[in-house]
């Protein structure tokens, strides 16, 4: 019973939250919206034992918004939380094509002939399917994983210097004064003459 509701749970927060990416106006939140969603469908694989392909979705994605966040701070020179814009682009044709591929892939789901299953699963299913994936390279990926993630924070902080609550965009200098300009003049003046003459 628990394990029903929890289920249930899970999915409307996915479907909620990726409702969201396309109703928020700014790409923080659409950002943020996108990880949620995935982590609640890696957790519904976690309840379904698929331990391996859990795991993996639930890193994949927040490692992807790592990324995105770098980029849009980076590359764009813009504050994601603080730049409203629209998410959805071309909104008639992104319709049809969602709704045609919707129809292609239910149609695939009801007509396609599966074939029967051969042989039986292994014993540990996680197992196998790591060592199909990864092959023997599964230790470096697990070891080289928190790695990338300390780079890509260390990155975001040095793209992004300023901290969250600096104001945006940067206020820009304030021009000295013509009386501030003369006395800086005057003492770099005299500096130079009580240094002395050249021998």
């Known amino acids: 019973m628990f394990d029903a509701i929890l289920f249930i749970v899970l999915a409307l927060v996915a479907i909620a939250t990726g409702v969201a990416v396309f109703r928020t106006d700014s790409m923080a939140r659409a950002t943020y919206a996108l990880a949620v969603s995935f982590v609640a469908v890696g957790l519904m694989l976690l309840q379904f034992q698929l331990e391996y392909i859990g795991i993996i979705t639930i890193l994949m994605m927040v490692m992807e918004m790592a990324i995105m966040a770098i980029f849009m701070v980076m590359f764009m020179g813009m504050n994601p939380a603080l730049m409203p814009m629209d998410m959805v682009h071309n909104k008639k044709a992104s319709a049809g094509i969602a709704a045609g591929v919707f129809v292609l892939l239910s149609a695939g789901i009801l007509l396609a002939d599966w074939p029967a299953r051969r042989g039986v699963p292994a014993a540990d299913l996680t197992a196998s ?24 924070v260390s990155a975001l902080v040095l793209a992004h210097p300023r901290g969250r609550y600096a104001p945006y965009p940067l206020a820009p200098a304030e021009p000295e004064s013509d009386a501030d300009a003369e006395d800086a003049a005057g003492h770099s003046s005299d500096h130079q003459h009580q240094g002395g003459a050249p021998a």
């Open 129 to 152: 399917l790591g060592e199909a994936i990864m092959g023997p390279k599964m230790l470096v990926m697990l070891t080289v994983s928190p790695v990338l993630f300390a780079t890509l």
